[in-house]
């Protein structure tokens, strides 16, 4: 009686294709001359922080930049990628961040986003997110 083994499925699911796009993007900060402060930092404690979760936080020189991946499948999703509310909910995200780090309240603060689509297509859009744009 010969086993068989199950074929290696060549799918990843929506989770693992998002940890990968934000491990892209960090790649790219670091090769840009940024230093990676955190990844996935949740804002509180618990399954539903307050502001939720940012992606990860990058500093350069007296920048502290906060960065949101998106990743989809067509690029013409990419224009309704980021609602207002999440939006806000980074914004929150980077005031909770430095009331808990206050060694880096004096930094300048830049707000990016990264657009990735499989398999080749990374955008990185600097100053994304304004806090006097956002009601």
Do not use: W
Request: proline share 3%; aromatic share 16%.
């Amino acid at each position: 009686m010969m086993f068989m083994k199950k074929p290696y499925s060549l799918k990843i699911n929506t989770h693992k294709s998002g940890k990968a796009a934000e491990f892209i993007c960090r790649c790219y900060m670091r090769l840009s001359g940024y230093r990676i402060v955190a990844k996935n930092y949740r804002c509180g404690r618990g399954k539903n922080t307050p502001y939720g979760e940012l992606d990860f936080i990058a500093l350069k020189h007296n920048t502290l930049v906060f960065c949101e991946v998106k990743k989809r499948k067509k690029n013409s999703d990419f224009l309704f990628a980021l609602s207002s509310n999440q939006q806000k909910r980074i914004l929150n995200g980077a005031q909770y961040f430095i009331r808990k780090n206050p060694q880096f309240s004096s930094f300048s603060q830049r707000f990016d986003v990264f657009f990735v689509r499989f398999p080749f297509y990374v955008k990185h859009i600097k100053n994304a997110l304004h806090r006097d744009f956002i009601a």
